[in-house]
């Protein structure tokens, strides 16, 4: 699971099957003559196709340096640099080869680009891949690969004469060491930082494996990171997500069927999908995701939404060579609490070649991936894609140079401001291997800015911490955005809100009236969080709430159309006490005279009676009064207070 540091070429798609009649002919006839050097060549192949790749490229390196014309030689130790991750000294034998006779085999041609392509020499693999464009192909895939490097070596030379700012800080001791990290999340308060370290553990295979670790920050410093003992074990963790709240984390893990790996962690496929709630005394035990998720495939590098609905993730198939078949999942929580089945994400995100590392923001409309499947840098590059009106996501933009480069670039991660970037790289200056750098990301690749509300949810007379439902509302469509509750020990929650809507927020707990607050953040463009202190009232003769949102026309009694979700929600809690009679109170400010600030609080009380009454509310149970200006609760020298006075308000009567 650990990030990788080099794309695989794509020899082995272009060539599958070394042993067959790519490098031999039907007839056994070979590009040279000389029997001996055809038996070494037969020999390499046969140490190749048993692994015993040091014993191959010591015999073709024999052959190559004595008969440089045997083009399938020069050809197969091409491919074994390549396959043992040392692609620049493939451009030797290929060039050797090509040069030699051309047409033998067009497709080193597009080995020789992706070659060059590798090593960030953009003009030389557009020359390679030029080359082969002219030759018949009978290989979708490779024509489209060839497409590719074409069109991304005139991206590449055009963002290097662009660069976008970039300025990568590293995250400091707390966090990094000489040894690897990477895959961070963060919280949406920005406080609490989670990644990956791989750490030596002689009980583990290879005497390596993989760990969470977790760090707070202190000011502008990061703590030193703990161990996440009651995840970790002595076999890898990795790639996780946590929830807005840091209350749930989502992460992946290879386990046996049997649990034998992980003790009660079972597995179903390759890889799969765990997940764990954080306690008063600690994470809970992990549980697997369960097949409706998991597959015998690979399911790997989770991402969870903020609003605690959606879960996106990387499918796919692995091979000694390599991810074959990777594409970006996602599924949702349908109404009885389940996840659904996980579908393709809709769109252009996804390429007939490797998709990894995904990351939805928690705006909810900005994904963020890594891919080697859309014109970029070379290897694994950065992509921003954002939602349609129809669910679908638009043609991913490169984060552009030097963000990415020919290496690979991944596990990205954007904080909710959307100013900020996380991710792990290996550079000059680090405490070694891959460390955690932050940097403040360009305003072209930004996501919509999220604030966020956080609080504590109380009994307002015993102060008992209470675990209530929270939802988050667009007042416009009434859509519920984001839905959470809040801890059943200490009461508190944290709920993101995306800029440019206006929203309603609904607390509510059986047996308790319901709490309403509003948050216009149509044009909103700070990013300071709400602090929200909310005390419920059991419902009982007496209790009284103010309708933070049920709004009116100014100077009419006439119910605006966002009020319909406060009031469906009076409506619900009317219709689950059907022995409560209440009372609708209006009240307004000072400006204007009494009698006619009375009548028109008394008009707008009797709009929601009777909105209530077309909901099927019985009318006995309703009654409505007008009290003007008479009950202040705020002063009137200020706007503010004089928007606080005019309210309506909610109390039961018996």
């Known amino acids: 699971m650990t990030p990788s540091i080099r794309t695989a070429l794509l020899f082995c798609a272009l060539l599958p099957g070394i042993s067959g009649a790519v490098w031999a002919q039907p007839n056994k006839e070979y590009s040279i003559r000389d029997k001996k050097a055809i038996k070494l060549y037969e020999e390499a192949l046969a140490h190749y196709n048993m692994r015993e790749t040091g014993l191959a490229l010591q015999l073709l390196e024999e052959i190559t340096a ?113 040894r690897d990290e990477y895959y961070p999340c963060i919280t949406a308060d920005q406080n609490t930082l989670l990644f990956t370290r791989l750490v030596k553990d002689e009980r583990a295979w290879q005497g390596k494996q993989e760990d969470f670790f977790i760090s707070s920050r202190q000011g502008s410093q990061w703590l030193m990171a703990d161990p996440l003992r009651e995840i970790n074990t002595p076999q890898n963790e990795g790639a996780p997500t946590l929830s807005a709240d840091g209350q749930t984390l989502i992460f992946t893990a290879c386990e046996l069927a049997d649990g034998s790996w992980g003790g009660s962690r079972q597995g179903v496929g390759s890889c799969d999908l765990f997940y764990s709630y954080k306690t008063a005394t600690g994470w809970s035990a992990p549980g697997n995701l369960g097949q409706g998720v998991n597959t015998g495939s690979w399911e790997s590098q989770p991402s969870y939404s903020a609003d605690g609905q959606t879960l996106y993730f990387i499918r796919g198939k692995r091979s000694a060579r390599g991810p074959v078949e990777q594409d970006i999942y996602y599924c949702y929580l349908n109404d009885q609490g389940k996840w659904s089945s996980p579908q393709k994400v809709p769109g252009r995100v996804n390429t007939d070649f490797q998709e990894e590392s995904v990351m939805i923001h928690p705006d909810g409309r900005t994904l963020y991936f890594s891919s080697n499947g859309h014109p970029g840098m070379g290897g694994l590059d950065i992509y921003r894609s954002s939602m349609l009106p129809d669910g679908t996501w638009d043609a991913p933009v490169n984060l552009g140079y030097p963000i990415n480069t020919f290496r690979d670039e991944n596990s990205l991660q954007v904080t909710r401001d959307g100013s900020i970037a996380l991710f792990a790289s290996e550079r000059d200056g680090g405490y070694g291997g891959l460390d955690l750098y932050q940097f403040e990301l360009h305003p072209g690749a930004r996501p919509l800015p999220v604030t966020y509300v956080q609080g504590v949810v109380q009994d307002k007379l015993s102060f008992k911490r209470l675990e ?3 939802e988050l509302i667009d007042l416009e469509s009434g859509k519920v955005i984001t839905q959470s509750y809040s801890g059943a020990s200490d009461g508190k929650f944290l709920l993101c809100i995306p800029s440019g809507r206006d929203y309603a927020l609904n607390v509510s707990k059986e047996g308790y009236l319901f709490h309403s607050e509003n948050f216009s953040l149509k044009s909103y463009t700070g990013l300071k969080p709400y602090e929200l202190d909310v005390r419920l009232q059991k419902l009982r003769p007496g209790a009284q709430i103010v309708l933070e949102n049920v709004f009116f026309e100014t100077n009419s009694f006439d119910l605006r159309s966002e009020s319909r979700v406060e009031l469906d929600k009076l409506v619900a809690l009317l219709q689950a006490n059907p022995a409560r009679k209440v009372e609708i109170g209006g009240h307004t400010d000072n400006v204007g005279s009494d009698e006619t600030n009375r009548q028109l609080s008394d008009n707008r009380a009797r709009s929601v009676v009777e909105y209530l009454i077309s909901r099927g509310i019985d009318a006995a149970r309703l009654t409505h009064k007008g009290y003007g200006e008479s009950q202040p609760i705020a002063d009137n020298e200020s706007e503010e207070g004089r928007a606080r006075n005019r309210r309506t308000e909610f109390k039961v009567t018996e």
């Open 468 to 470: 209530a439902h929270l």
């Open 66 to 178: 004595t008969k440089p014309e045997f083009l399938e030689a020069q050809f197969m130790l091409a491919q074994v640099y390549d396959e043992s991750g040392q692609t620049s000294r493939a451009i030797a034998p290929l060039k050797a080869a090509l040069n030699t006779k051309a047409d033998f085999y067009p497709e080193g041609w597009l080995m020789l680009a992706e070659c060059y392509f590798a090593e960030g020499n953009y003009v030389e693999a557009e020359q390679s891949v030029s080359a082969y464009m002219p030759y018949p192909k009978n290989d979708r895939r490779m024509e489209k690969r060839a497409q590719l490097i074409l069109s991304s070596c005139i991206f590449a030379k055009r963002a290097i004469a662009n660069p976008v700012p970039f300025e990568p800080v590293n995250m400091g001791e707390g966090v990094n060491t000489d």
